[in-house]
């Protein structure tokens, strides 16, 4: 499948009209509400991600966004949401591995949850690295995230989160 990553309800159109398959709106319809019907129009999957800061409650506030979203979603038609925490988006460090501590929260949503950590600040920046050594970090915090209910992984460097994937199936108790 081909995803559009977009927040621009024209865009949308124009990229599913081409072909496109999903609309990734990183801003969780902030931007532009109107890409709801798009979807709907298209019967595309959505996926819905949490773009703003938290507070002290982060998981309890995506919870509570993504929940309230989802509603308005199926309400304008659109069947297939996807949800994305998104770690990274206004979120610190801590506030990121509060949210994949607690990931098994979203499945009260009924949604794949999509989870794209691959090569975050939250990764690299307390090993004090860069982006482009954090693979193994990567590939571990895909692993817990899987383990704790995450259907799609966003990554970079596929052929290693293929092989985490595997692996996580074997071990899975499902």
């Known amino acids: 499948p081909i995803s ?5 309800a024209e865009i949308a159109e124009q990229a599913l009209a081409c072909g496109a398959d999903i609309i990734n709106d990183v801003s ?9 019907d798009i979807a709907a129009k298209y019967h595309a999957p959505y996926i819905l991600t949490h773009a703003q800061p938290v507070g002290e409650h982060a998981m309890a506030e995506v919870l509570d966004f993504l929940q309230r979203q989802m509603d308005g979603l199926h309400r304008r038609g659109v069947a297939d949401v996807i949800v994305d925490p998104g770690f990274g988006f206004g979120k610190t460090v801590e506030q990121n591995y ?5 990931l098994e929260v979203l499945q009260h949503l009924h949604a794949p949850v999509l989870v794209g950590v691959s090569r975050k600040s939250m990764l690299y920046k307390p090993l004090q690295t860069t982006p482009d050594d954090v693979l193994a970090a990567t590939i571990a915090a895909n692993t817990l995230a899987l383990e704790r209910g995450a259907n799609i992984l966003r990554v970079h460097d596929v052929a290693a989160a293929r092989q985490a994937i595997k692996i996580c199936t074997l071990t899975s108790k499902h």
């Not at 969780?28 to 709801?36: H, L, S, V």
Request: proline share 5%.
């Open 4 to 8: 559009v990553d977009t927040f621009r």
């Open 28 to 36: 969780g319809a902030q931007a532009d509400p109107r890409i709801w």
């Open 98 to 102: 509060a949210l994949l501590r607690q």
